[in-house]
């Protein structure tokens, strides 16, 4: 099977292996052992000094964790989007009654840079901007680098869902002054969801001692305090966490910049076997995301067959369109557990598939 969608994504041999082991007590020096490795290996990959905290939760766990533990209620934000998970990441501050303000873009197109510096300028009393580094739904990926630079000309806080990047497109946090960066295990983490992984900048806590909005399983100060003896707070999700130690040292004996460069190539080919099977990209190359591509398809062709005849018939599983763009989209999914061979399987898939998916 050709599991090929933007999370979950398949998990090495290793990763699985480690999961079969046996309980251990969370409140025992072998938990404390196994937490302080995988901290310490995260914080390379997050490229930050910061702290770094695991949760039991998916990413939009991680997500809401980001937004009470730095927000209070009436501050005002700016939320940028071009897609789903902009979206949601400013749905979950609008609920906890941060003043929101959407700035929104064209789904397939990025956020701009320029727009963000215009906003800020005209409300300086925002306190932080929400940017999704990848957004996964339009297989786009923003320029965080010159949003970052742009933001923290303003002096306001950065919150980054890197969710379906980190780990697989650079993301250099501490250097692009990012105070809270969100991802999620089952995506280029090469494990099964129900974890959460999220860095706090020194910025990031002075916000933290202010913020009001209710929190008690997210409290990271509690977080923070028992990290300090080798725990979480609640109990945590022992056996992904066995998994995540396992897939970290795979991810640092290849090396940072080498992961990053496999997602690159394996992305262009991608889009290369994608454009010659005569199928246009929904995003311009420029953004085009190293790890999820976005196919557009037309009045000609069924994608929700196309997906169906790819799964049935050829053991290989893609994603479709999410909301307004199911039936005009699909997207093949490329991070963590991803090799050349494995795109090349999928695009002699879909060459197959193609004519058989007419209206
Ligand atoms: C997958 C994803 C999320 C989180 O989704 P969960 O289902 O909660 O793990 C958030 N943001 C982005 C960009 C994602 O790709």
Redesign the pocket.
């Known amino acids: 099977m050709q599991l090929r969608i933007?999370?979950p994504t398949p998990c090495p041999s290793q990763a699985l292996q480690a999961m079969t082991k046996q309980m251990i007590n969370h409140r025992g020096r072998e938990f404390a052992e196994l937490i302080n490795s995988i901290t310490t290996k995260l914080k390379q990959v997050f490229q930050t000094t910061g702290d770094v905290f695991l949760l039991t939760s998916?990413?939009?766990g991680g997500?809401e964790a980001a937004i009470v533990n730095i927000l209070s209620p009436g501050d005002k934000i700016l939320a940028t989007s071009c897609g789903i998970?902009g979206d949601r990441f400013a749905d979950i501050a609008e609920k906890y009654d941060a003043k929101v303000k959407r700035l929104n873009f064209e789904w397939g197109k990025p956020v701009s840079p320029e727009a963000i510096s215009k906003a800020l300028k005209a409300a300086s009393d925002i306190k932080a901007v929400l940017v999704?580094h990848?957004?996964?739904s339009t297989g786009v990926t923003n320029d965080l680098g010159k949003i970052s630079s742009i933001v923290k000309e303003f002096d306001k806080l950065l919150l980054v869902?890197a969710?379906?990047s980190l780990g697989c497109i650079d993301l250099p946090a501490d250097n692009w002054h990012c105070d809270v960066v969100v991802t999620?295990s089952?995506?280029g983490w090469m494990v099964p969801?129900g974890l959460a992984m999220v860095s706090m900048s020194e910025k990031a806590w002075q916000a933290h001692t202010q913020a009001k909005m209710p929190r008690y399983y997210w409290d990271f100060t509690k977080a923070k305090d028992y990290l300090q003896r080798g725990q979480t707070p609640w109990t945590p999700a022992i056996s992904i966490c066995y998994a995540l130690d396992a897939t970290l040292n795979l991810m640092l004996n290849e090396g940072l910049s080498n992961i990053f460069a496999r997602h690159a190539k394996i992305a262009q080919m991608t889009r290369t076997g994608i454009k010659s099977l005569g199928l246009p990209l929904f995003a311009e190359d420029n953004c085009a995301s190293n790890t999820v591509t976005a196919v557009k398809t037309d009045d000609k062709l069924d994608a929700a067959k196309l997906i169906q005849i790819l799964r049935d018939e050829y053991n290989v599983v893609i994603a479709p369109g999410q909301r307004k763009l199911r039936g005009k989209i699909f997207r093949i999914g490329h991070l963590g557990l991803v090799e050349e061979n494995d795109i090349k399987t999928v695009l002699e898939a879909l060459a197959r598939a193609l004519p058989k998916a007419k209206f």
Request: net charge negative; aromatic share 6%.
């Open positions: 933007p999370g998916s990413g939009t997500l998970f999704t990848n957004e996964t869902d969710v379906s999620g089952q995506k969801p």
